[in-house]
């Protein structure tokens, strides 16, 4: 095969892109080599696939370029928490997710993302105190992995504070009111654990999942909801194809693990892309 290469050097697993492509090319493939600022170069290069090697920060961009060129994607989780890979169903250790890629046979499903007034991504983009456990978890990320989500959202917990939001969904006001957080789901894998119920990958429904503010016990007891396997209730969740979120001024989001300053915002769906995956009922089968 032809595969288009990107790697992120500055990922947790630090792997080289030069590294990489010989591995792949032992196996006989032919690999070009590129920095995730070519995202779009890579996805219309005509190589039959683009692999990824990075964390969720990395996946975005290159997801949204295969979104527009129509070329199927291979992931490699080479990240603190890798969630993206870990909701599509891409094997967490490392030869079997380069096994996968370097398969030319390797099954593939349909896998819708997202962006916010055009910025992609995959995971979840949120306000409140997901933005308060992102910039306390950055720092401890090196030493601690994926430990240092669940410090952060500790912290954030302990010490956020309630913000304001409006959010319309396909042109319907759905909330309007103070916040603990709003989350837009598109994977709703986050945290390097976390799992929102109900998102689900092979559809291009996005889901706006609302922690009404109130007590920090009740946040406690609604956070606790929110589990794959919970019921969510106390959490109001919405679902359609275009989401508007109305927020304070200088209000940040955290979209995939990323701080932004983004302001009020509207998110679409992204999409499709032929992602592979290691068996026909693994990742979207939620």
Not at 201 to 208: F, G
Request: hydrophobic content about 45%.
């Amino acid at each position: 095969m032809k595969l288009a290469l990107a790697v992120n050097p500055k990922s947790g697993a630090r792997r080289s892109p030069e590294e990489l492509a010989a591995r792949f090319r032992t196996l006989g493939h032919d690999v070009d080599t590129y920095t995730l600022d070519e995202a779009d170069a890579a996805a219309a290069s005509g190589a039959d696939r683009v692999v990824v090697a990075g964390g969720d920060g990395s996946m975005g961009c290159v997801f949204a370029a295969c979104a527009e060129h129509g070329t199927p994607l291979a992931v490699l989780p080479a990240g603190t928490a890798n969630d993206f890979a870990r909701a599509v169903g891409v094997p967490a250790a490392w030869d079997e997710a380069v096994r996968l890629a370097a398969d030319p046979d390797a099954p593939h499903r349909p896998v819708w993302g997202a962006t916010l007034d055009g910025h992609p991504f995959v995971n979840v983009a949120s306000i409140g105190l997901a933005v308060n456990a992102a910039r306390e978890a950055a720092p401890l990320k090196s030493l601690l992995g994926p430990v240092a989500y669940g410090i952060g959202a500790g912290i954030a917990t302990v010490k956020g504070r309630e913000v304001h939001t409006r959010i319309t969904v396909d042109g319907d006001e759905v909330y309007a009111g103070r916040v603990w957080q709003a989350l837009i789901a598109a994977s709703g894998s986050f945290g390097g654990v976390v799992q929102l119920p109900i998102s689900d990958l092979a559809t291009p429904e996005l889901e706006v999942f609302v922690v009404e503010a109130g007590s920090r016990t009740q946040l406690l007891r609604r956070v606790w909801t929110m589990r794959p396997k919970g019921d969510g209730a106390g959490v109001p969740t919405f679902q359609g194809r275009e989401i508007r979120v109305e927020v304070e001024p200088d209000l940040h989001w955290n979209v995939d693990g990323e701080v932004l300053d983004l302001g009020d915002v509207t998110a679409r769906p992204l999409g499709p892309v032929e992602v592979f995956l290691p068996s026909p009922d693994a990742g979207t089968a939620r």
